[in-house]
């Protein structure tokens, strides 16, 4: 969805090292994309996050786009970086009453159909390339 390019291969390292759950709680994916450009997803509940550890970054060719609860950063390469920290909405709660306005019919969603398609094969490449240790092509 951000790269503006479709997925074509997945790499992926899932691991078990702390909490007493079924799967993994520890994620490493990389993502190559058609135009070469390549994403990595980074996920854990196995440690708990040190400060000034991002939730989220977007690296791209202009500069980097970070955060974390309500506050979001942003460094252009060469300019001096911004932050601001903005109102405070439950994540989970937004991601319900969006739910709710598409089924009543007041909101379009915010992801298509295509898009969550996209991502369920990403997942399942994720998967299938730890399990068999090589990269898997979409």
């Known amino acids: 969805y951000l790269a503006s390019s479709e ?4 790499f992926a390292y899932l691991e078990r090292f702390v909490q007493k759950m079924e799967g993994e709680d520890t994620a ?3 993502i190559k994309f058609k135009d070469n450009s390549i994403g990595l997803i980074h996920s854990s509940w ?3 996050t040190p400060y000034g550890h991002q939730y989220f970054s977007v690296s791209g060719e202009y500069g980097e786009l970070f955060g ?3 506050k979001i950063g942003l460094k252009m390469h060469g300019w001096q970086e911004v932050k601001k920290e903005l109102a405070w909405k439950d994540g ?3 991601e319900i009453e969006h739910f709710i306005n598409v089924i009543e019919k007041k909101e379009k969603p915010i992801q298509t159909i295509e898009d969550s398609l996209k991502v369920m094969k990403v997942i399942a490449a994720a998967y299938k390339s730890a399990e068999e240790g090589k990269p898997i092509r979409l």
């Open 68 to 70: 974390g609860g309500n």
């Open 46 to 48: 196995a440690y708990d």
């Open 92 to 94: 989970f709660l937004g």
């Open 7 to 10: 997925p074509i291969e997945v």
């Open 28 to 30: 490493l994916v990389l």
